[in-house]
């Protein structure tokens, strides 16, 4: 008699998965927008740049997750959700600013996350770029990438990581049987 000692699978053990898939993700979008800003030339809006700010607080309270167990990263992966979720509300108006007023708007409001200095050398204003918002939000919306529009690849972004983290918090959450 052949005795099988792997132990099968749970449904919990998926959740961390789900959440590092999040994360990968994450990473890849920000990644892909530094790369449209810096070596395309496509420069954001304020619009965009909340948009990224969803993004990190996203991969960080992900990543936060992973150091506790239980309710508290059942909890952080609900509040992940939540700004996936801001962040594809955030899409969803840019596309409408798109759709609607793409020739009435001429700028929307200018935004510097972080200010850049001397003190800080090119790295700095560089970062500083990176989350500041230049020219019209809805002008910005009409931008593709693949043949399809940023605002659309944001909000399928944004959504899908939002269900991945509601559908790995339900995981973590199972009782084992």
């Keep these: ?16 998965w789900l959440a590092a898939l999040v994360i990968l993700a994450g990473i890849v979008a920000f990644s892909l927008v530094l790369w ?6 496509e420069q954001p809006c304020s619009i965009c740049v909340y948009q990224r ?3 990190l607080a996203v991969i960080v ?20 959700a939540l700004y996936a979720l801001l962040g594809a509300a955030l899409a969803g ?12 708007i001429e700028t929307c409001s200018s935004v510097e996350v972080f ?20 020219g019209s939000c809805a002008l910005a919306g009409t931008k593709s990438l693949a043949g399809w529009p940023i605002t659309h690849w944001s909000m399928v972004f944004f959504l899908g990581c939002a269900m991945l983290l509601l559908i ?6 199972r009782v084992r049987n």
């Design 93 to 104: 108006w840019q596309w409408h600013l798109t759709q609607m007023a793409a020739d009435q």
């Design 53 to 55: 700010l969803a993004d």
């Design 1 to 16: 008699m052949v005795r099988n000692y792997s132990r099968p699978m749970t449904a919990a053990k998926y959740a961390p």
């Design 168 to 173: 790995a918090q339900w995981l973590s959450g």
């Design 115 to 134: 200010q850049g200095g001397p003190a800080l050398g090119s790295l700095g204003n560089d970062f500083a770029s990176t989350l500041s918002g230049h």
């Design 61 to 80: 309270i992900v990543t936060m997750g992973f150091f506790w167990k239980g309710p508290a990263r059942r909890g952080l992966w609900i509040l992940a």
């Design 36 to 41: 449209l800003q810096f070596a395309q030339g």
